[in-house]
């Protein structure tokens, strides 16, 4: 079956440690994404790459890295520069371009919590 | 700045009761998309319609309908007849375009969310 996946389901962090959370896709998408969500809020962007090994910051890049070696992989790092990590972290991707490209379809979510 | 606004932050109904969601947005784009998403308790968000910009069209999926007014800024979600299984947050987003030559895809503004309770 095509779809996302995330692992893990939850990740504990300590201080000072950087953790990464991974984003597999096998539906031959070219575009994903890194979302994140707090409680009682929307998603906001933290990083998207529209091909591989090509990625851009989204609106709270700040204390968090990605890389995009293969098209079905996007790998979240949370850095210990991240103060504040604590939050669901939903990956997405979408369809390639030409296609319904417009549409994002997400994964099951990684909760990260700080011990 | 694209922004989308969700003002109710929580509804609670009985069940075969109807609910509208409504979702305000702001963008200086000619050219957009309009999102509703599902999560329900699981977290994983669940796609349930896109619209352009460009059709105005109301669009019923069973007990579903959404209703788009550029006039208004407004693209309303409607539950006919809610069920505990549409217990969930709702989710209306705004996209931006990203290049067709690099891949495509797009930038979602989210809204904060509605929290729909369906009560037996």
């Known amino acids: 079956d095509g779809g996302i996946t995330q692992s893990p389901k939850y990740l504990f962090r300590k201080e000072g440690q950087n953790v990464t959370l991974s984003c597999e896709q096998n539906?031959?998408?070219?575009?994903m994404y890194w979302y994140r969500q707090d409680p009682g809020q929307g998603l906001r962007l933290i990083y998207y790459?529209?091909?591989?090994?090509?990625?851009q910051k989204g609106d709270i890049a700040e204390g968090y890295s990605v890389s995009r070696e293969k098209k079905e992989s996007f790998p979240l790092t949370v850095t210990s520069a991240q103060k504040n990590p604590t939050a669901f972290y939903l990956c997405?991707?979408?369809?390639?371009?030409?296609?319904?490209?417009?549409?994002?379809?997400f994964g099951p979510g990684t909760r990260l919590l700080v011990l | 700045a694209q922004k989308v606004t969700q003002a109710q932050t929580e509804i609670s109904v009985v069940e075969k009761e109807d609910v509208t969601l409504d979702c305000v947005y702001e963008?200086?784009?000619?050219?957009?998309?309009l999102f509703w998403y599902k999560q329900p308790p699981s977290g994983e968000l669940v796609f349930l319609i896109r619209?352009?910009?460009?059709?105005?069209q109301n669009e019923i999926s069973g007990r579903y309908s959404w209703n788009f007014q550029k006039s208004t800024s407004s693209f309303n979600f409607t539950i006919t007849a809610s069920q505990v299984v549409d217990s969930a947050v709702y989710f209306c987003?705004?996209?931006?375009?990203?290049?067709?030559?690099?891949?495509?895809?797009?930038?979602?503004?989210f809204g904060t969310g509605t929290q729909l309770k369906v009560e037996l």
């Open positions: 997405a991707s979408s369809p390639p371009a030409g296609t319904a490209q417009e549409t994002q379809y």
């Open positions: 963008t200086r784009d000619t050219t957009y998309y």
């Open positions: 619209r352009n910009s460009f059709d105005e």
């Open positions: 987003a705004l996209s931006d375009l990203l290049g067709e030559l690099t891949g495509g895809g797009n930038k979602l503004t």
């Open positions: 790459s529209q091909i591989v090994n090509d990625f």
């Open positions: 539906l031959n998408h070219d575009a």
